[in-house]
């Protein structure tokens, strides 16, 4: 198993968030590398003088690193934060203050305030606690040395080594967990849009339905547009026989069909809406009366040469259409009124035919 899949291994618990514990997974690792480096600079003499506290420390980190797969979030993110305080301060006596072990502080004070530990007064002591630890050992070790001599230039490369960790720690904190705030953003966004989309539409044809539609029309109505629109009313023809003789399920799947052969012959060309049960209504922006007749008929022809297959049934199927030019200077409703007059005189002819 690879260092990375061990990392992002995921949680025990499942209504736990992976983040925080492959946060400390990271912290844990870069802590026990840098930790071998600071000894190497700073020479086998004084390893063998305090082996114990470092053969100590990396146990520690390698159980706590084994217990982020079996802990919950908030008390694995306490255990890290105890550590660091024992680490820190057991640290600088053999490293010396020069040495910057102090300033893994940053990390702790980070990782209060974006991980999982509760209330924000909480962390806010939590924080307090942190300042007065930095203040004790800066009283308590300010300019030690270390147990055993170091030379400067190991000295300052041991300094540099932690201040990378301490860099490395923050990067990692701030880029997982602002992710994290991203992609819940970005999931809100989608459900959000989801939402919308879902109250636009129609659930049955996935057309949009009457309020998007009217939506539409109040919202070419405000702008500047100022070129033509067409309104279509069109309406199933005899379409409660079909659910009388077929069932209301087959009734649905002809609705669907109706839906798809709109989007065939109309979809790029007009805004497509179920109106209610069998109604439908069709938006044509720029076009005048004459071009949405055209495809408005083309349509009709469709529907009534294409019979509907719904399992064994072969059903035959006509619309009715009546056809209203939108005026700009009077109402929506006015508009949609006039086309569902010429529907039900297509119906009144005969029905199957396109009024205008």
């Not at 618990?13 to 690792?29: A, F």
């Not at 924000?120 to 270390?146: D, E, H, P, T, W």
């Amino acid at each position: 198993m690879s260092l990375l899949s061990l990392i992002n291994k995921d949680v025990a618990y499942e209504n736990e968030s992976r983040e925080g514990i492959v946060t400390l997974r990271i912290l844990y690792i870069i802590q026990a590398f840098v930790l071998l480096l600071d000894v190497f600079f700073a020479g086998l003499p004084s390893f063998i003088h305090s082996k114990f506290i470092i053969i100590g420390a990396l146990v520690v980190i390698t159980v706590l690193f084994l217990l982020t797969y079996k802990m919950k979030t908030r008390p694995a993110n306490i255990a890290y934060l105890i550590f660091m305080f024992a680490f820190i301060t057991g640290m600088i006596p053999y490293f010396g203050w020069n040495g910057g072990m102090q300033d893994y502080f940053l990390i702790v004070l980070m990782l209060i305030f974006f991980a999982n530990l509760g209330s924000n007064s909480f962390k806010f002591a939590l924080a307090g606690i942190v300042f007065f630890a930095r203040s004790f050992v800066i009283v308590v070790y300010g300019s030690m040395s270390s147990v055993m001599y170091i030379d400067d230039i190991s000295n300052k490369i041991i300094h540099v080594t932690n201040n990378a960790a301490v860099f490395l720690s923050v990067i990692a904190i701030s880029y997982i967990f602002s992710h994290r705030e991203n992609e819940a953003e970005s999931k809100l966004m989608k459900y959000n849009d989801k939402l919308v989309k879902e109250a636009n539409t129609d659930q049955l044809t996935g057309l949009h339905n009457r309020r998007r539609a009217l939506e539409l029309l109040d919202e070419i109505k405000a702008s500047s547009y100022l070129g033509a629109v067409t309104v279509v009313m069109g309406d199933i023809d005899f379409f409660k026989k079909v659910n009388d003789t077929y069932g209301h399920d087959v009734g649905d799947e002809v609705l669907k069909a109706i839906a798809d052969s709109m989007r065939d012959i109309c979809g790029t060309k007009s805004f497509l809406t179920r109106w209610g049960g069998e109604e439908f209504l069709l938006i044509f922006i720029g076009k005048n009366g004459d071009e949405a007749l055209t495809d408005v008929e083309a349509l009709r022809r469709h529907i009534m040469e294409n019979p509907i297959e719904v399992g064994e049934n072969k059903i035959s199927i006509t619309m009715t259409f009546g056809l209203a030019e939108y005026d700009f200077s009077g109402d929506v409703n006015k508009t949609i009124k006039e086309a569902d007059d010429k529907l039900y005189m297509g119906k009144e002819a005969g029905r199957n035919r396109v009024v205008y």
